[in-house]
């Protein structure tokens, strides 16, 4: 440690030859079950089909697997030691309600309605001017989330390797391009659910190990110089008001409601896991039961950043005088506790979520820019293979766009102030249009999309306004900062997508109602969303059931951590 | 119903998707993960490794616990194989209610 606090490159980690065969011996897993998922051409029907007939659990979890990357655990964690305790909002507050939101009101109404994804939604509801705007902005909003991913990944081989960061991005970029083509995307689901296995293995012995070397959550308590971090509530500091009356205001409904249930309702990746399940009852617990284990995870990602905060020295230094880098907070606690053999372990839990979060940003992009934008709009009618030979292509252009928005996230010292930016700009409006259109029949093409491009305008408008969120680009009229921007932000971008939706209604003309059956509540005959395979099912298996038990769960943690 | 289909069709299937099984993938990857962890606790008792580790010996007690993981998962996949069911209507009785 006094090595390595001389070094001026203070961050180094000392990977040995155990720690390298811990790392190997996983991408051979990886690849193993990707070899085999494509050789098994004949099989493959059977792989599939028996991912279908998996328990719940296991697409529960590979619900949430699918959302616990790079980013949740290293911005979490990064949250944690910059905010301490109110992070768990992200959580509790940010994701488990619309979590069982999407399972017990959303889940019956997609699966019923037999739409399996959000830009095919938009085609059939509001016709192709939505759709259009909807896939080039979640084509854009991908590649930026892909470069959050690979400069995190760029950041562990820099720590590794000692090699400048914008040679680790290259490096990072051609590793995960040859990932991709060596088939690690075949087994997506098997590879999400070993994948979330190998992180709760790195995570939580490091969490114990670090909760030991501060004495506990008392002698944490104690090192800890603003109470106000221990605690969840209000989260003045999260949110950047000074009223906490405004903090809740801000952390309920522009964080609760309307980030999250825009991200965890609206988001392909996440929603298609569900729409994948065997029956009507099974789509709806997959969310629910993701629920489970998404409220403890905030245990092994948020108070080894805080703990990170108070026993790394450069953090403390860096806390203390306004200039610490909080991305790197839970690898230095990795370099300070882990030894050879776990350190192994850890650095393979990360690599692992980093390469499977850019690899399905990557792959999100190519399917939504080959067949929604590029085969619906740019070059029609050609055979599937032209279509498969654009994917190609994109897969190198993506994986280059994203070296080049690797270098935006770059300049954010908290990335998490950064990705909820993003969330405010694409999710919140099109959780605003997506809900409008699905309860009220009379909103037209029309304010589909005139609604989502308001709705985002005013998003961008509002972080150009406030005082960091573009850097020096932002002018500060508005006097918010940190995460209160991408909350004030999708508030008024959800506020705003409503009233133009709403006008702009009134002026034009609907669809007829014949072409809305099964895509507006009204409209659909309740007998859809009973399915028969359900009626054999125990009672503890009912959705309702479980997901008040849930939500009974994480109001007891709010109560205790608040 | 799976039944109507020949039993050696059907087991085929099963002991398909059995090496197919997270459960296995999982409790294989975990189990090496544990046994080589215990063995590098084991031998690698340096004054400077366990100073790091704050005094507890961190490999020993998660490559127990790892290796203690993997046996439940492989345990489990034993005991409650998985099958293909030839139907899809016909839906795997599930195995009981989520633990957490």
Not at chain 1, 495 to 505: G, H, N
Request: glycine share 10%; no cysteine.
């Amino acid at each position: 440690m006094l090595a390595a606090a001389a070094a001026d490159s203070s961050l180094r980690l000392d990977a040995s030859g155990v720690d390298y065969a811990l790392i190997a011996l996983y991408f051979v897993f990886v690849l193993g079950i990707g070899y085999m998922a494509r050789r098994a051409i004949s099989n493959s029907l059977d792989f599939f089909l028996s991912g279908r007939s998996l328990p719940a659990w296991i697409t529960g979890i590979a619900f949430i697997s699918a959302n616990l990357g790079a980013i949740e655990i290293m911005g979490m964690s990064a949250n944690g030691a910059q905010y301490g305790m109110p992070t768990v909002h992200y959580f509790w507050v940010g994701a488990i309600p619309a979590m069982l939101f999407l399972g017990v009101v959303m889940m019956p109404f997609y699966y019923g309605s037999k739409v399996r994804s959000v830009p095919e939604f938009m085609l059939r509801r509001f016709g192709p001017p939505a759709h259009l705007v909807n896939a080039i902005s979640f084509a854009v909003a991908q590649i930026l989330i892909a470069g959050i991913n690979l400069f995190l990944l760029a950041t562990i081989v820099n720590v590794m390797l000692g090699w400048p960061i914008p040679v680790s991005v290259v490096v990072a970029a051609v590793i995960v391009l040859s990932y991709i083509t060596l088939g690690g995307l075949s087994a997506a689901i098997y590879n999400e659910v070993l994948q979330f296995f190998v992180i709760v293995a790195a995570l939580l012995p490091l969490t114990l190990l670090a909760l030991h070397r501060v004495g506990g959550w008392q002698g944490l308590s104690e090192r800890i110089s603003d109470p106000e971090q221990m605690t969840a509530w209000p989260g003045n500091e999260l949110a950047g008001f000074d009223s906490s009356i405004l903090s809740v205001i801000g952390i309920v409904f522009g964080l609760g409601f309307v980030l999250s249930f825009g991200y965890w309702t609206t988001n392909f990746v996440e929603v298609q896991r569900a729409m994948a399940s065997k029956s009507m009852n099974a789509s709806r617990r997959t969310p629910i039961i993701g629920a489970f284990p998404k409220m403890f995870v905030p245990f092994i990602v948020i108070i080894p950043g805080m703990i990170a905060a108070v026993i790394v020295p450069e953090l403390r230094q860096g806390k203390a005088d306004g200039t610490a880098d909080y991305n790197n907070a839970l690898l230095y606690l990795i370099n300070d506790l882990l030894p050879t053999g776990m350190l192994g372990v850890a650095i393979t839990g990360l690599l692992a979520s980093f390469m499977a979060g850019m690899a399905a940003n990557v792959s999100a992009f190519n399917t939504v820019f080959s067949y929604d934008i590029w085969q619906d709009y740019i070059v029609k009618d050609r055979p599937d293979g032209y279509y498969l030979g654009v994917g190609r292509i994109m897969t190198v252009v993506a994986t280059v766009g994203a070296i080049g928005t690797a270098f935006i996230a770059s300049q954010y010292s908290n990335l998490m102030d950064y990705l909820q930016q993003l969330f405010s700009f694409f999710n919140a409006p099109l959780f605003a249009t997506f809900i409008l259109g699905m309860f009220w029949k009379r909103m037209t093409p029309t304010a589909g999309w005139v609604g989502l491009v308001a709705g985002t305008a005013t998003a961008v408008t509002v972080a150009f306004l406030s005082e960091d969120a573009f850097g020096s680009f932002s002018v500060g009229v508005l006097p918010l900062s940190g995460q209160g921007v991408s909350f004030v932000g999708a508030g008024a971008a959800f506020v705003v997508d409503i009233l133009v939706s709403y006008f702009v209604t009134l002026a034009t003309r609907p669809k007829p109602e014949s072409q809305l059956v099964g895509l507006v509540y009204s409209l659909t005959p309740k007998e859809s969303f009973h399915d028969p395979r359900d009626d054999r099912e125990s009672w503890y298996q009912r959705p309702t059931l479980l997901a008040g038990i849930a939500l009974a769960m994480v109001i007891v943690l709010n109560f205790m951590f608040g | 119903m799976s039944a109507d289909k020949t039993s050696t069709g059907g087991r085929e299937a099963g002991q398909r998707s059995g090496a197919f099984d997270v459960r296995i993938v999982i409790g294989v990857l975990l189990g090496i993960y544990g046994i080589v962890l215990v063995v590098t606790g084991l031998v690698d008792t340096s004054e400077a490794e366990l100073a790091k580790s704050d005094g507890m010996n961190i490999n020993l007690w998660a490559g127990a616990g790892m290796v203690v993981a993997a046996l439940v998962f492989i345990v489990w996949a034993r005991l409650r194989p998985l099958l293909i069911p030839v139907d899809y209507a016909r839906d795997e009785p599930e195995s009981g209610p989520p633990t957490h």
